[in-house]
Every structure is written in C-alpha cells, then in structure tokens.
C-alpha cells in the first residue's frame, strides 16, 4: 500500500502537478527575481550540527508554552489568504489539521472562511493576521470579531506598505476568481483583487487602493485600545525594529520578509534572526518564518534563539493534495524531523537547543535538494 510523501519536497511535487499554473505562481512567487525566496531556503545550508552523545534522548519532547498557549510542536501556520483557492473546504480544513496536531494557526484577514468557522474548526491555538487597512471602522470590526469567536492574539504584518513587485503575477494578469471571496471584509473593499488586467495584478491593484501606507509606530496605540489580545507584529529583520516593539509593548515579534514576496534583496530570515534575538530580553517570544522545510531546519531556527517557526506554502502544498490530511501530513512530518533531529543531536527539550548545537558549515554552505 502506498505511504505518500515521505518529505514536505515530495508534497510540493504532487502540489505543482495538482494546481493551475497561474494559482501556483501566485503560491509559490516571489518579488523581483526572487532572490530573498530562493536564500530564505539556502540560509540554512550555512549551518552544521554538534551532536552530543551519551544522553537520555529516551523521549524528546517538542512541545511549548507561547503567548499562553500549549502547543504540541513549535510550528505554527503562516497567515496565507484565500486556502479556497487549493480546497473547497479552505481554512476549516487547515484548522482542524493544526488542532490534530497541536500547532498554532494564524488565519490571514483575506480568508476565504468566516472567522466564526475557522473558530469552530480549530481544536488549538487561533491568531488573526491584519494588514492596517485606511478603513480603520472595518479593521476594529475584525479585531472586535476575533476576540468573540476565540482567537486569542492579533498579529500585525509590517513588512508591506505596498506589495512588492511579484513577476509572476503581472505576467499572468492574476485575480482572485469570482468564486474566491475574503468573506471576513465587505465586498465593496475586495472589488479590485478580483479584477484582472493583462500586465497587472489585482493583488497590488486591490493593496494599493486599501492598505493604509501612512501608518507608523504611534498608531499602535489605536490597535491597543481596541483589544486586549496579545500583539504580535511579523515582519521584523532589524535589531532597531526590535527594540522599538518591545518599546512599545509588543508581545512578540515574527522575524520574516513575508516570504520572499516584499523587498527582493531583503535579508533571508534565518540570517536576520540572531540579531533581532540580541535585540530583545531573553524572555520576549521571537518567531521565524520563511524558507523552514525541514525539521532540521526547525532545529536550527529554535537553536538560534527562535521560540517557534511558521510555515506557509508547505500548508497550501498539503491542503491542495489531500486536503486535511495533506495538512496534517505535513505538520507530523515536521513534527517526526524534529525529534529525530532532537534525539540524534543530543538535545532531548526544546530548551536544550542553543547556538552551541551549531557550527558555521565548513564550506560556505549547501544548496538545499
């Protein structure tokens, strides 16, 4: 009897195979010549693991408190618009996979199912992702909404002003289909995502009409008086960002550049991540994401000072396969990686993964296969 992929690189195989050409680009692109996607992967290359021996690895154990919440791994499921786009099911199917497996989702504000469904979906942990919309009435309705359905923190992307050029996109004139919808906004604010214009895409059309590019650090206040939710802001690649967050009472930060999909020539996350860990008390939660394919690569991000990952197109790639069991197929995978990793590298909880379990790779660093 067939076991499937036996690697998160097999279920992007079966994904590509699966989607339309133009779905996948808008998946899987990124900005500019997608130099920032391509190294998000790489950077990891540039480690080596120091594995000690003769310890109990008997039980090696992933799990973790974040934000208040227990979870079962330290991944969580990147904020993603639009999973109608890969399963009819969406984002229902995507949280009932996370709860399974005791991850952490983050539905994006242009989800394709209601807040209130995905909330009755998710058996775990449930953030909302924002963008800072120039209408500010409907982005207090969202907040207002998600804290009464369950969610149990906010995350603010920061990273995009505007979206970043994304080739792929304008060369295929990409939209949103009639029949994909952000169900959670009015209508009247989604109208320009699902016009397609050749050499355009309604993605940026639709940003640039309705993303407020004037917003700045004082206007965390205003998010602030709306919610008593744990903040979260993902976006964050400097030591001097860093700090301002936690100048400013932010409860976490997510060390990412929105995949590859912003600034081209960004820095890879991974390379990002140990100064924005300096920046910060040891105490102050920081995540990744971007480029995490592996449960090595988990490991890694957790032994540089990472609290836990975020994965994105790997989530897509499963729900367009086998829908929730493509999810969850692709969390036990990193889940089973990582405490390989774990009990091969001598370092049975989490907590034992520091910087000491890594080396720079003697050479200047592998290409990922």
């Avoid at 004082?218 to 700090?243: F, H, Y």
């Amino acid at each position: 009897m067939p076991v499937g992929p036996l690697t998160l690189a097999g279920i992007e195989r079966a994904a590509h195979d699966r989607l339309r050409p133009e779905i996948w680009d808008f998946i899987e692109g990124g900005s500019g010549a997608e130099r920032t996607l391509a190294a998000n992967g790489k950077q990891f290359g540039h480690y080596a693991l120091r594995p000690r021996a003769l310890v109990d690895v008997s039980t090696c154990s992933p799990a973790l408190t974040l934000l208040g919440s227990e979870l079962q791994l330290p991944v969580g499921i990147a904020p993603m618009a639009y999973h109608r786009l890969v399963d009819p099911e969406g984002e229902t199917a995507t949280a009932r996979a996370a709860g399974r497996a005791g991850a952490l989702l983050v539905a994006g504000i242009f989800a394709s199912r209601t807040l209130e469904d995905i909330a009755a979906a998710a058996t775990g942990p449930l953030w909302l992702q924002l963008y800072w919309l120039r209408r500010r009435d409907a982005l207090a309705a969202l907040v207002e909404r998600a804290e009464a359905a369950g969610f149990t923190a906010l995350m603010l992307t920061v990273d995009a002003p505007r979206i970043g050029r994304r080739m792929r996109d304008l060369r295929n004139g990409f939209a949103i289909p009639p029949d994909i919808r952000a169900v959670n906004l009015d209508q009247r604010l989604m109208a320009a995502s699902h016009r397609a214009t050749t050499g355009s895409s309604g993605i940026a059309d639709h940003a640039a009409e309705q993303f407020d590019p004037t917003v700045t650090w004082a206007d965390l206040a205003w998010l602030r008086e709306r919610s008593s939710l744990p903040l979260v802001l993902k976006g964050i690649l400097t030591a001097e960002d860093a700090r301002r967050a936690a100048d400013h009472g932010v409860d976490a930060v997510v060390v990412s550049n929105h995949g590859g999909r912003q600034l081209d020539g960004a820095l890879p996350s991974l390379a990002a991540l140990p100064e924005v860990v300096d920046a910060l008390p040891a105490h102050f939660p920081v995540l990744l994401d971007g480029g995490v394919r592996t449960g090595t690569d988990i490991a890694i991000a957790l032994a540089l000072g990472a609290r836990a990952v975020l994965v994105g197109r790997p989530a897509l790639w499963g729900l367009a396969t086998e829908g929730e069991a493509g999810v969850a197929r692709v969390l036990g995978l990193l889940r089973d990686e990582l405490e390989h990793t774990m009990a091969l590298l001598g370092r049975p909880r989490l907590a034992d993964l520091d910087r000491g379990a890594l080396a720079p790779w003697p050479t200047t660093g592998t290409a990922r296969t």
